[in-house]
T-cell receptor, first 111, second 116 residues
């Protein structure tokens, strides 16, 4: 069966510091991968998606970037965090069908 | 473009009450429809899905029917429990607009609280 992992689970970072969040999927190959952000009490915002290694599509302009160095690895990065980057970051995958399967999330607080 | 409109929350019910959360959609093609549930501090879990008109998705006592004529996918449960307290998201994926990206369009979410 397939499993999706995210780490770290929680992170507290100062403004201006770098960021790296990691997502990995087990039990499948060549999935579509997605990064979402969920601000407190708000809905989901799609940030990036990838349909293959090295292929990244950005949905919103911001100081975040994404990379997919391996088939089942998806990384979300920033060179300098802003207060507005605080939120709950979710990674998801899909393959074959149209339903997406979500990871447990990373809670990021920028101070 | 595609959009999903969900019933405004929060919704507060007593245990064993009947639940309905309304969801309507706009899509250019023939979308697949989904309900996701998010418990506090966790990621989203797929609750149920329907891929074509008149399909009924069901899971854990929850049901939703894909109504093309009313462009709706309302979530129902006959008798809610305290453990059903969570945020519920309606979503669609429209192949004609998302292509190989298979993006989901989400509603804003509905907070459900069930009191004992």
């Amino acid at each position: 069966s397939q499993t999706i992992h995210q780490w770290p689970a929680t992170l507290v970072q100062p403004v201006g510091s770098p960021l790296s969040l990691e997502c990995t999927v087990e039990g499948t190959s060549n999935p579509n991968l997605y990064w979402y952000r969920q601000a407190a009490g708000r809905g989901l915002q799609l940030l990036f998606y990838s349909v293959g290694i090295g292929q990244i599509s950005s949905e919103v302009p911001q100081n975040l970037s994404a990379s997919r160095p391996q088939d089942r690895q998806f990384i979300l990065s920033s060179k300098k965090l802003l207060l507005s980057d605080s939120g709950f970051y979710l990674c998801a995958w899909t393959k074959g069908g149209y339903e997406q399967y979500f990871g447990p999330g990373t809670r990021l607080t920028v101070t | 473009g595609d959009s999903v409109t969900q019933m405004e929350g929060p919704v507060t019910l007593s245990e064993e009450a009947f639940l309905t959360i309304n969801c309507t959609y706009t899509a250019t093609g023939y979308p697949s429809l989904f309900w996701y549930v998010q418990y506090p501090g966790e990621g989203l879990q797929l609750l149920l899905k329907a891929t074509k008109a008149d399909d009924k998705g069901s899971n854990k006592g929850f049901e939703a029917t894909y109504r093309k004529e009313t462009t709706s996918f309302h979530l129902e449960k006959g008798s809610v429990q305290v453990s059903d307290s969570a945020v519920y998201f309606c979503a669609l994926s429209d192949p004609s607009s998302s292509g190989s990206a298979r993006q989901l369009t989400f509603g804003s979410g509905t907070q459900l609280t069930v009191l004992p």
